[in-house]
């Protein structure tokens, strides 16, 4: 049975390594900081870098719901922020932090708390209400998670932005269906989780 509380009775995740889930804030900190700088502060809601807010708070909390959802939204942005990048000469280090390093990260907590089945829809659900807050926050100009317009080239293919948004919406659902998969095939749950999995907190803990 999948578990999607914020803190786990039984953490699947020692107190020791929990300590260590302000890294991603780190990652986040630093492009905050440089799109302080850029006056293009609406990037940072962006879903890839949401996702290290969402994995250190699921870190710390030892929640695995919410690694399973950061996982899940950085797999697939991964590859869509090269291409981005590659196109706009974009390379910046704290985006790199936030798409690689969040991503390693993730990958190694999910490692403990396994894929589930419905993460494709849970990562869907608040996917969708931050495209909306990002419509109705952020610069027109700035498109974040192309919640204003289609992105540069795809006017020849769709006649109005809302044709654009179903197509890009039910192409991200199925993405985050497939990716989640393949999660789930390479970190299958097991009836023995707790115990194949768990992270020792260390001889202390025994000794009161």
């Not at 919410?66 to 899940?72: D, E, G, N, S």
Request: hydrophobic residues 50%; proline residues 4%; negative net charge.
């Amino acid at each position: 049975m999948e578990d999607f509380s914020l803190c786990e009775s039984e953490p699947l995740i020692s107190r020791q390594l929990r300590m260590m889930g302000w890294i991603p804030l780190v990652f986040i900190g630093l492009h905050f900081y440089t799109h302080w700088e850029r006056d293009t502060l609406g990037h940072i809601l962006w879903w890839c870098h949401m996702a290290n807010l969402i994995l250190s708070i699921g870190w710390m909390c030892a929640s695995p719901g919410l690694i399973r959802i950061a996982v899940l939204w950085l797999i697939p942005g991964l590859p869509l922020w090269i291409l981005d990048a590659s196109q706009t000469g974009d390379w910046s280090v704290s985006s790199g932090l936030t798409h690689f390093g969040g991503l390693v990260m993730g990958l190694f907590l999910l490692r403990r708390v396994r894929a589930a089945r419905w993460t494709w829809l849970h990562a869907f659900i608040p996917g969708f209400v931050l495209q909306q807050i990002s419509r109705w926050v952020t610069a027109a100009e700035l498109n974040v998670n192309i919640a204003h317009g289609m992105r540069e080239g795809w006017e020849e293919i769709f006649s109005s932005y809302w044709q654009y948004w179903l197509f890009t919406t039910l192409g991200i659902l199925a993405a985050l269906w497939g990716v989640n998969k393949v999660l789930q095939f390479t970190f299958p749950q097991q009836l023995d989780e707790r115990k194949d999995h768990e992270i020792d907190s260390g001889p202390q803990n025994q000794t009161g």
